[in-house]
Structures are given as structure tokens and as C-alpha cells.
């Protein structure tokens, strides 16, 4: 089970091992201290009992078949084929990894990693073409089972997504997530989800990474559909996209959580922000307020005790649209009913990490356009910080992580933790110690955080199983723990040194120490 851990027990029986005996302890204290001098950390390596580890993929990322067996055309589709130029390498996800054939493959994988759990996402076009549920596609709900069942043959725990990204296009030719009708249209698709496949499935996420949709998609283009409603339309999702989680959940809760008995939660990404100067009160303020308008956003309505949405971005939008010359402010606060529908809404706190930018200072952003979810925020970012990998925007900051997680701990009052994704992309190498460093690094931050802070982070999701379509980048950025062979018709998959780094710390709940997942260059 993903539930379970018990950290608070854990911890409880470390302090004691260490603070047992008063002149043992100065002594350890006193040569950790020195040690920690001399190796500028003592890490923690061993991960508390219960706690569980899984890889993640997304159906328009690796199922392929776009177009076969009942599958409608999504908003991916849609953007890829009709504006090539918009994917940075012009691929697009019509064969991708070929899961959809090719599953049994993935599921060996996956049992080769050992992992605990598995998380992917459902394909809403090729479980109901028309978005509604006035066609259910058999072979569709066919394809769900037979993974379901390989996976429950392997003992691999299901964590499935019911949204990640791929918008059924005949859903967003009725404006999508800008569309208060959607909160209907999701429910429904979620009713026939839990129904089908929910006696086998007892984890469950809501949405993908809301900021991304709503933010990327709507209020600019970085995403598909690339409405670029910029300061409007993403302001719209979010309503409607909240709403519609809150729907699901308490669906889940009244008709299937009495004998399905599964969780049900909503995974964040934060792009955590940091002042570029810790000194500077102005950029600290400032900071807070871009965690609070890029997490908070989603965060605060579920996950705080007065709910809605967070008081500085009713404040800051209100203030910004009064000077354009607005009625009615671009974002408003939720009125009382739906506070209360939303808040409480998920079992855990999913987070999406994978890096942190920074904030130098007040004003206008070079980047933001006007009305804008930036400007809005009113603070000029950087991502001139820490270590380099393949997507511009992910930067090696591994402390943000920390300092991500402890701001929730005390922002969220102390909720159960799952990282639903964390991952690094390079072009490729089957060396690739890039990667192992980044997540030695990342995870040795959740052990001091489980230890040092007692965050209850309850279980880790690597991102991604193997390369695979990544959205605007094509093929050009890679993720995954298996190298995927895209010229080669073919497509073989060949496992990167970091899946036998990633199998090994699962096998011994540990990190490796082991020299080989050392970079030769750097290894001493
Ligand atoms: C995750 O999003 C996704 O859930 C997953 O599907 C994806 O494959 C993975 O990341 C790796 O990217 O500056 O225009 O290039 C992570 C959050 C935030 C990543 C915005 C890409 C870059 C926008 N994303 N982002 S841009």
C-alpha cells in the first residue's frame, strides 16, 4: 500500500538511539560537527520503513496509437498536427513508446526496477470519444484492464491519473477548461473511471500539475491548447479546473470510497521560488508571494483551514484589473459555498518537483505580458541559479526542494507528502550520471527533511519510466530511466545506468554508494 508509513515512529526511535547516553552524544555531536566541516554534509542514506518508491508516465507521453481503436483526436494531437512548428523537433505522440501494444514490455520494466507502484495516467479520448459518456470505447477500457491486470500480477501498485494534459478536442471546442460545463463533463468521465477500474485501483489523482494546465495552456501557449488568454483564460481553468477536482473527489467519497476504499488526491507542480538575495526583506516578501500565486494558487483552496484562494492574489489581481480599467476584477475570491465544496479535498498533498528559480526583485518581469498571472505577481524572476540539465527552465537547486517541503509542512498544516514527480532530462546518455546525481541529490533532501523536520513524506515518484514525448521539447529532452530509439523503427528501449541506480537504492531502501554510479570525471 501507498499508505502507511509511520515517520513520527521512526524518528522518535533515531533521537533516542542518538540522544540515549549525554557524553556518547556530545562526542557524536562533536565529530559530526567535525566531519560536516571537513565534508561540508552527513547524509542520511536510509529511508524509513513504509516508505515507497514508483516510477511515473502519461498516456499522450508514451501510448502511441492516436488514432486506432475507437481513440479520438485530443488537444496534443490536435496542436502537433496541425502546428508542427509549435514541437521544438516536429515529432509529435502518434507512435510515442508504443505502450499501447507494448505494455507488457513496461510492465517488465517495471518489475526489473522493483518498484512499489506505478504511476500513469488515463487516456480521456480513448475512454470516451466524444468526451461524454454518451459512447464508452470498449477497446479503450479493454487496454486499461489488461494493464491493470499485468500489474496486479507483479504486485505493482497502481497510482493512476485521470488528467494529465490530454483534453479531448471536442471538449475544447467548447472552450475547454474555460468552460464552467467542464465541471459536469470531468465528473462524469471520473464516474465511469472509479466504475470501471476502481476495484483494482486504489490511489487516484484528480489533475496533473493545474498550474501547467491553467497557466501554460489557457493564459499563455506554452501548452496545448495554446489559447494564450493571457491574465484571463487562466484565471477561468482555475475556477472551473478546482471545482471540477472538488466534484470528482466528492463523488469518489460518497459513491465508491465505501467499498473501494482507495485514496484520492491532486498532484502540484511548484517551481519554487527563492530570493536571490536571502538578506534582502524585499525579495523575501516578494518570494512568498510567488509561492503563494504559483502553489498557493491550487494549494490554498484544498489544503488550508480557511480555504479559497490566497489572499495576496485576490488582492494583487483586483488592484492590477482596477488599473486597466476593469468592473470586475480577473480572478475573484470563491464564494462561500465553494470554498467549503473545495477545502479538504485530497487524501495527501501530491508535489511535482523538480527545481527553483529565484526572485531579484519588485516590478515587471521582461518575460510577462500585460494582463498577465506575472505580472500580476508584481516580482522579476531569474533562473540563473544552480547546475544546468537539457530543459532551460530545470535547474539543480536541491535545498529548494527542502525548503519546498518544509513551507508546505508548515503552510498546509503538516499534511501527508507524496511525490508524484521529480526527474532530470539530458539528450540522452546512456551514462548518464547527470541524472543519478541529481536524484542522490533531490532524495538525500526528502531524508533530511523526513529526519531533521519531520515532513511526512510518505513515498517518491521518479520521473519517467523511459523517454518519451515531452510535450513542446518532442524528443529533444529525456527523462527517462530507459533510453528509447525513436529513429529506429523499432523503438528499442535500453535501460540508462540510472534504472540500475534507481533498482539498487529500491532493492536496499537506501542510496547507493556504490563508485560505479559515480561520474569518472568528478569521482575522486
Ligand atoms: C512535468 O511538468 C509533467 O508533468 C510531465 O508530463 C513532464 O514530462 C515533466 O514535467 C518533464 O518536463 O519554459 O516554456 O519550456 C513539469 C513542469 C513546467 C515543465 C513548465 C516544463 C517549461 C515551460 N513543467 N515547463 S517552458
Not at 464552467?180 to 470501471?196: A, G, L, T, W
Not at 494564450?228 to 471545482?243: F, I, M, P
Not at 526528502?446 to 511526512?456: C, P, R, S
Request: charged share 25%.
Amino acid at each position: 500500500m501507498l499508505v502507511g508509513a509511520d515517520h513520527e515512529a521512526v524518528r522518535r526511535r533515531r533521537s533516542t538511539a542518538l540522544h540515549g547516553n549525554m557524553a556518547i552524544t556530545t562526542w557524536i555531536w562533536t565529530t559530526i560537527g567535525l566531519l560536516a566541516l571537513c565534508h561540508s554534509s552527513v547524509a542520511y542514506t536510509k529511508f524509513p520503513e513504509g516508505f515507497t518508491f514508483g516510477v511515473a508516465t502519461a498516456a499522450h507521453q508514451i501510448e502511441g496509437a492516436w488514432n486506432v481503436s475507437g481513440k479520438s483526436e485530443n488537444v496534443w494531437d490536435r496542436l502537433s498536427h496541425s502546428r508542427p512548428e509549435m514541437i521544438i523537433d516536429g515529432t509529435n505522440g502518434d507512435v510515442a513508446c508504443e505502450s499501447y501494444y507494448r505494455y507488457q514490455e513496461d510492465v517488465e520494466e517495471l518489475e526489473y526496477l522493483g518498484v512499489d507502484f506505478y504511476r500513469f495516467s488515463l487516456s480521456w479520448a480513448r475512454i470516451l470519444p466524444t468526451g461524454r459518456i454518451d459512447q464508452i470505447n470498449p477497446d479503450g477500457i479493454r487496454y486499461y484492464n489488461d494493464l491493470l491486470n499485468a500489474l496486479a500480477e507483479k504486485n505493482i501498485e497502481p497510482l493512476v491519473t485521470l488528467f494529465h494534459w490530454d483534453l479531448p478536442q471536442t471538449l475544447q471546442d467548447l472552450g475547454g477548461w474555460a468552460n464552467p460545463k467542464m465541471i459536469d463533463y470531468f465528473r462524469d468521465y471520473s464516474d465511469v473511471c472509479f466504475r470501471e477500474f476502481g476495484d483494482r485501483i486504489k490511489s487516484w489523482i484528480t489533475f496533473n500539475e493545474p498550474y501547467e494546465i491553467c497557466e501554460d495552456a489557457y493564459g499563455d501557449d506554452k501548452k496545448a491548447p495554446a489559447i494564450d488568454s493571457h491574465g484571463v483564460g487562466n484565471y477561468l481553468c482555475s475556477d472551473n479546473l478546482l471545482k471540477s477536482h472538488a466534484e470528482s473527489y466528492h463523488l469518489y467519497n460518497e459513491k465508491y470510497r465505501p467499498t473501494q476504499n482507495g485514496r484520492i488526491m491532486i498532484s502540484i507542480n511548484s517551481i519554487w521560488y527563492e530570493p536571490s538575495d536571502p538578506s534582502n526583506e524585499e525579495q523575501v516578501a516578494l518570494a512568498e508571494v510567488a509561492n503563494q500565486f504559483k502553489f498557493g494558487w491550487f494549494a490554498h483552496p484544498i489544503f488550508t483551514a480557511e480555504g479559497g484562494y490566497p489572499a495576496v492574489m485576490v488582492e494583487n489581481v483586483a488592484r492590477q484589473s482596477a488599473a486597466e480599467g476593469l468592473n470586475k476584477p480577473r480572478l475573484e475570491q470563491f464564494d462561500e459555498y465553494w470554498i467549503q465544496r473545495i477545502k479538504g479535498t485530497s487524501d495527501f498533498l501530491g508535489i511535482n518537483h523538480y527545481t527553483t528559480h529565484l526572485i531579484t526583485g519588485a516590478g515587471l518581469d521582461p518575460l510577462a505580458k500585460s494582463p498577465s498571472w506575472l505580472k500580476d505577481i508584481g516580482a522579476v524572476t531569474t533562473m540563473e541559479v544552480g547546475g544546468d540539465s537539457a530543459s532551460e527552465w530545470l535547474r539543480v537547486v536541491p535545498t529548494g526542494f527542502a525548503n519546498l517541503l518544509r513551507w508546505c509542512k508548515s503552510s498546509y498544516n503538516d499534511p501527508p507528502i507524496y511525490i508524484t514527480e521529480n526527474g532530470f532530462s539530458d539528450r540522452g546518455t546512456l551514462l548518464d550520471y547527470g541524472r543519478i546525481s541529481y536524484f542522490d541529490a533531490y532524495l538525500s533532501e526528502i531524508l533530511n527533511v523526513i529526519y531533521d523536520d519531520g515532513v511526512k513524506v510518505l513515498g517518491y515518484t521518479a520521473w519517467t519510466l523511459m523517454d518519451n514525448f515531452e510535450w513542446r521539447a518532442g524528443f529533444s529532452e529525456r527523462f527517462g530511466f530507459y533510453h528509447v530509439n525513436i529513429t529506429d523503427p523499432a523503438r528499442p528501449r535500453t535501460a540508462k545506468l540510472s534504472a540500475e541506480y534507481y533498482k539498487q537504492l529500491i532493492a536496499n531502501r537506501e542510496l547507493p554508494q556504490d563508485a560505479r554510479f559515480k561520474d569518472p570525471a568528478v569521482r575522486k
